[in-house]
């Protein structure tokens, strides 16, 4: 069956799609409402990842303080959450192509908000440990979902396309920025006890944007929903897979650990703020590094580009935890959501548009469960050798090794 043409909406006839399946009647106008229509997609990504994952560790130590947890309960939300992840990727794996992207795109903000916002509302353990698995599954299912739409921006303009699905990635830097702007400054000034507030900011904010993201999604023409499963070769795309599972082992540790690296080199709050703030500012300025690559480099360089810039970010720490190396490390690691970005690109190239929720919910299946295991061996590691350093070298080596690997894999383009 031939999947239909992806294309974007404007209001009214003539459709911005069918434009662009002529580059010379291309108007000013209609490029920019694509890449519009990709930001506001985006803020599903700061939502999904900056805030319903990446943001608890800045409230946790206030947390932690009020709620007189022990590490191992303060370590049982963050796994929920990687759990919850890895479930809403099986979810996303056969619902994408069911119930079509848009649809649940939508439903999974507004989950993923509430959950995010439930955090704010309760002091009760297991009610948190539901409320983070909640927003880990349904921020799974937004992350895949809006992967698709993004890709569908600009169907037949290879280097648009990258651009917009750079941009969609890019994301999750606001979500990294805000959060780093905004909670340490909270908790500083009104003590521990004022950690719901930032949950109940972060869930009215997920609230707001959720209208946004839903505006921008219904200007997406995506894959139409398919009842019968598409058969798709997987070993053709081996040498991907394998450089994507390196990068799942070795970034998820770097996230983890870098915090208490800072502070065990004497870093306070300024300092990591500073460097929240600096991955955020790297993250959403990415796009304007890697969208040329992503768009005309062949087979896995642009793969393996990114994750060496991001490898040598989780390295840079060993040479000590200066503000400068700390800066400079987040300046590079800066580019971690370009690898999904690159994933993503070449899976438009490789795969016919019916199956691109199937395979990327594919790949971040493998990615989620393989992120589970990364913190856990790091922290092995560090045990082992009494000392993070370790730790942090085997996660960035493995980064590196994804990079290599990477550049076994050929050109693929579908058709």
Known sequence: MQAPASMVRIAGPPRFGSLMSSPARDSAAEIRRGYIVSAGLALGVAVSNGLARFAYALVLPAMRADLAWNYTQAGALNTANAVGYLIGALIALGSVRQLGPSRLFVAAMWVTAGAILGMGLTTDFLAMIGLRMLAGVSGAVVFISGSVLAASVFPRQPSRSAGAIAIYFAGGGVGLLLPGLAIPWLIAA?????????????????????????????????????????????????????????FALGYFAYMTFIVAWMREHGAGPVEVAGMWVVLGLATILSPRIWTGPIASWRGGRPLAAIQLAVGSGALLPLLGGSPTVMLASAVLFGSFFMVPAAITAFVKKALPAVVWGEAIATFTLLFSALQLVGPVVTGAVAD??????????????????????????PERRHG
């Open 384 to 409: 082992r050798t009494g000392s993070l350093a370790w730790g942090l070298g085997v996660s960035g080596a493995v980064l590196i090794l994804g990079a290599l690997i990477a550049l076994l894999q």
């Open 190 to 246: 009104a003590g521990d006890g004022s950690w719901p507030w930032a949950w109940l900011g972060m869930g009215l904010f997920s609230g707001l944007v959720s209208l946004m993201t839903a505006a921008a999604a219904r200007q997406v023409s995506a894959p139409a929903a398919q009842i019968k499963p598409h058969p798709w070769r997987k070993a053709p795309l081996l040498a991907i897979f394998a450089s994507y599972a390196c």
